[in-house]
């Protein structure tokens, strides 16, 4: 976007802070911990990301740093403000700025008709005459997005996110004045994270768990019969069903070919009240008064008619869990190394949800003990993930925060600040948990990223191994996830924990419900 002048102050320059908002090649963003190797082919703003010890000392308190970078004649100042923000003052020459203008001159070339010439191929003393500082705009656009790529490498502390200019100088004769700010990370002033106490439940496992599980598998991979006999609890019918509304006989829903199991809660009130007892070929209609509260509102506090024609009863006959059918469904050989792997199995998922539960708990006592700034971009990014991760549960492809308020029924003010709360506290745990390995050396080496491709993937071939690890976005997304947990690890092996009361499969499952 162009930078326009307020009232020009004269020939050749532009008015006073106007606004800029100005990146040069790509947007600044707080995904995962910071990488910890550079890469030669890497782009400035990677490399930057890349680096270590970002923070300096008091950032509130810091004075003005002067540079000059390489051999130009561009010069900056930094200087750290509150909350984890830089202000940036960026000068350039007044030949800086007439190279701009030709620049801007030459952009404009390929959309200015002047007769006489052709588009494209009027000649740069002739645009200059016409168009004047028309141009000024881009003209201080295409600068400030030159200066700060020329920057990039030098600015300390480096910024992660987008910075925001005023133009307090734009001018042929005298150069050109920026005033810009932007967010870097923040210094991170750990508290106690060694020996932090936390009681960590244990999971109790047993036959009937086991049992269960294996019970699942059988149902899987049952065979359907059809039945002549009545429709009882946990058969399965198909039905060709009309749902009207009962005084306007409007038809509300209507499906030939619906399909359910009988069980508890039933999909729709009344229904499998209304199949159990039924045969193939039956016929019936029934009224049904709907609550107030039921979720979609087509029906919610409607009296209906529910027609149904059940077309199918089927039963599930379950296979005998033998040897055979081990060897079938899976790579075991018996039904003990089944069963055995199955409790290994719920024990390790149990336990890894309980010690999620005593890290809350580790990780909440670090971040009381720890101080930090809070950079506003990082919260921003933050909540606009977790407004996607909702987008997700619902099915949905992409939401904005305003989409969201206004399908929950919230103020989106309300709604942001919820949101804001959370990402604050999840902001500051990522850089409490990049603080800590940073600290304690916690490094991440290529075999610990292709376990995790591995873990992901399955068996991978040395070929693909090759492929995955060529591809850079993939490979820093697998590390930051790696050393999230290699930190975590560090952290509870290195907390006192106390074992707690044992938990049932059952109780656990219970209170892990969405």
């Known amino acids: 976007m162009s930078a326009r002048s307020e009232p020009e102050s004269e020939r050749g320059g532009i008015g006073r802070h106007a606004r800029l908002r100005i990146w040069c090649r790509k947007v600044w963003g707080f995904k995962s911990l910071r990488s910890q190797k550079k890469r030669g082919n890497s782009s400035a703003v990677e490399h930057l990301l890349a680096k270590e010890g970002v923070a300096g000392s008091n950032p509130v308190s810091r004075l003005f740093e002067n540079h000059t970078v390489g051999a130009t004649t561009l010069e900056y100042k930094t200087k750290r403000l509150d909350n984890a923000s830089v202000q940036i003052i960026l000068k350039n020459t007044a030949q800086e700025v007439n190279d701009a203008y030709a620049k801007a001159y030459e952009k404009a070339s390929a959309k200015v008709r002047i007769p006489g010439f052709r588009k494209g191929k009027v000649p740069l003393e002739v645009l200059e005459r016409e168009l004047g500082d028309a141009v000024a705009g881009d003209a201080a656009q295409i600068l400030v997005a030159e200066s700060m790529e020329k920057l990039l490498s030098e600015i300390k502390p480096p910024p992660i996110s987008v910075p925001s200019f005023e133009v307090e100088q734009f001018d042929r004769k005298q150069?050109?004045?920026?005033?810009?700010?932007?967010?870097?990370?923040?210094?991170?002033?750990?508290?106690?994270?060694?020996?932090?106490?936390?009681?960590?439940?244990?999971?109790d496992i047993t036959d009937e768990d086991v049992k269960s599980e294996a019970d699942r598998l059988r149902k899987e991979n049952s065979i359907m019969q059809s039945k002549d006999d009545a429709a009882v609890m946990a058969d399965y019918v198909t039905m060709d069903i009309e749902i009207r509304h009962i005084d306007?006989?409007?038809?509300?829903?209507?499906?030939?070919?619906?399909?359910?199991?009988?069980?508890?809660?039933?999909?729709?009130?009344?229904?499998?009240?209304?199949?159990?007892?039924?045969?193939?070929?039956?016929?019936?209609?029934?009224e049904q008064q709907m609550e107030e509260s039921f979720p979609d509102e087509k029906f919610a506090g409607k009296k209906v008619a529910v027609a149904i024609k059940l077309e199918s009863v089927q039963s599930a006959i379950l296979p005998e869990l033998n040897d055979d059918f081990v060897k079938e469904v899976s790579h075991f050989e018996n039904v003990a190394q089944m069963l055995e792997h199955i409790s290994n199995t719920l024990k390790k998922n149990a336990e890894g949800v309980l010690k999620e539960r005593a890290m809350k708990t580790l990780l909440d006592q670090i971040a009381a003990d720890t101080k930090t700034?809070?950079?506003?971009?990082?919260?921003?990014?933050?909540?606009?993930?977790?407004?996607?991760?909702?987008?997700?549960?619902?099915?949905?492809?992409?939401?904005?925060?305003?989409?969201?308020?206004?399908?929950?029924?919230?103020?989106?003010?309300?709604?942001?600040?919820?949101l804001e709360e959370t990402a604050k506290t999840s902001?500051?745990?990522?850089?409490?948990?990049?603080?800590?390995?940073?600290?304690?050396?916690?490094?991440?080496?290529?075999?610990?990223?292709?376990?995790?491709?591995?873990?992901?993937?399955?068996?991978?071939?040395?070929?693909?191994?090759q492929q995955l690890l060529a591809n850079e976005k993939f490979v820093e997304e697998l590390e930051g996830m790696v050393l999230f947990r290699k930190t975590f690890d560090w952290i509870h092996e290195n907390a006192d924990i106390k074992t707690g009361a044992r938990i049932s499969l059952s109780t656990l499952n219970s209170q892990n419900i969405d």
């Open 373 to 418: 700034e809070m950079p506003a971009s990082l919260v921003e990014i933050e909540i606009k993930e977790r407004v996607r991760q909702i987008a997700r549960k619902i099915n949905r492809k992409d939401m904005t925060l305003e989409e969201l308020a206004q399908l929950m029924g919230k103020p989106v003010e309300d709604l942001k600040k919820e």
């Open 175 to 203: 150069g050109a004045t920026y005033k810009g700010t932007f967010d870097t990370y923040p210094e991170v002033k750990l508290g106690k994270y060694k020996k932090v106490k936390a009681t960590q439940d244990v999971a």
């Open 427 to 465: 902001v500051k745990k990522r850089l409490i948990l990049e603080e800590i390995a940073k600290k304690e050396s916690i490094k991440v080496e290529q075999a610990d990223i292709l376990a995790a491709a591995e873990e992901r993937f399955g068996t991978l071939g040395d070929e693909l191994k």
């Open 248 to 286: 306007s006989k409007k038809k509300l829903y209507s499906n030939k070919e619906y399909r359910i199991q009988l069980s508890e809660p039933s999909p729709f009130p009344g229904l499998v009240e209304q199949l159990v007892g039924m045969k193939a070929g039956e016929s019936k209609t029934y």
